[in-house]
């Protein structure tokens, strides 16, 4: 019998050594910007780390091959994508990932395409490696923020260039459908560029018509061109452990982003046996966490739009809601939240001072007094 998880858990993070909740320590705002949830980890997951700890030896960790062949199973089963194992590169985050794939495949002067309306380090990490942002254009395609493809297909090529790609979007959370991401697969091809694909959130899908599509499985020319960034630690909340992959069919490219990881630490050996438990035992609890996400999503959706001068439209993955504000014609958006009790992600950060991020990986209670926080505070305007 499949056990029932309790996501309306209110857990006290405040002496977890939590960035999240440090951030307002002692101050009444609550914490709804990085994306941590607030949920407990899957029980077989604490229960690895116990037993990984009960070892008194805690030196450089190497991946197990167990690991490696449920990730193997994992592509194939949810993806249809058969993935050799040697094309497995294990990193500390999706992050660092960004800067090395930057690192690894260009050079200084090299333009970079990447989502206009993007998580900052898209921005970053091009300019730690002396290369230049080229904003990718965003556009709504039924009420979803995705890369305007019709620019993309317009621009020269740019042989042997990256793109970096976000799909799941964030902020936003378009999942991108089969026909877009094969006509941007047809455009990375045709203008030889290189393709570094974020999916961290691809497990984080918030209804069951949604299905995710790593571009890289799409064919064996495009899989060529990718390096496609995964985790557990958006969706098994393990962020802290410091536990990511890329996979990188290309045996050239592969050689330059095992190299560039002395540059970083290595995975350690807790974030290993986390990600071991999380793919092994996890797919039951991380079904009800969708759908709990789901309900946090509908009733934040719902209460949002109420509330004059706020929108926010659909959210097909993530944790995160992309709240327009620009009605309320704020000054500074992310001081008046703040002062409403409410912290979260300035949308200048993203690429648009109009906007909000609101993390929803919380119980409903939490999002509840939030909306009744913003609700208050917008009243007072008025």
Known sequence: MSANYDFDQVIDRSNATSAKWEKYHGRDILPMWVADTDFAVLPEIQQAMRQRAQHPVFGYGHTPTHLTALLVERMRRLYDWEIDPDWLVFLPGIVGALYLACRATGKAGDEVYRPQI???????????????????????RDERMIIDLDWLEQQPARPG???????????????????????????????????????????????????????????????????????????????????????????????????????????????????????????????????????????????????????????????????DVSGLRLEDPMAFFENAGIGMSPGRDFGDNNFMRLNFGCPRSRVEQAVDRIRKAVEMLR
């Open 118 to 140: 993007i998580y900052p380090p898209f921005v970053k990490a091009p300019q730690m490696n002396a290369q230049t942002n080229q904003p990718i254009p965003m556009c709504l």
């Open 161 to 323: 260039q990256m793109l970096l790609f976000c799909n799941p979007q964030n902020p936003g959370g378009a999942i991108y459908r089969e026909t877009e991401l094969r006509r941007l697969a047809d455009i990375v091809e045709q203008q030889e560029l290189l393709i570094c694909s974020d999916e961290i959130h691809c497990d984080l899908l918030l209804d069951r018509d949604r299905q995710h599509i790593p571009i890289a499985s799409l064919g064996p020319e495009i899989e060529q061109r990718s390096i496609t960034l995964m985790a557990p630690s958006k969706t098994f909340n393990v962020a802290g452990l410091g536990c990511a992959f890329a996979i990188v069919p290309d045996p050239t490219v592969r050689v330059l982003i095992k190299v560039n990881p002395y540059i970083v630490p290595h995975v350690n050996v807790m974030g290993l046996a986390a990600a071991a438990a999380a793919y092994e035992f996890g797919d039951e609890w991380l079904r009800q966490q969708c759908e709990y996400l789901a309900g946090n999503r509908d009733y934040l959706i719902d209460e949002i739009n109420r509330i004059p001068g706020l929108s926010l439209g659909p959210i097909e993955a993530t944790y995160l809601a992309w709240i």
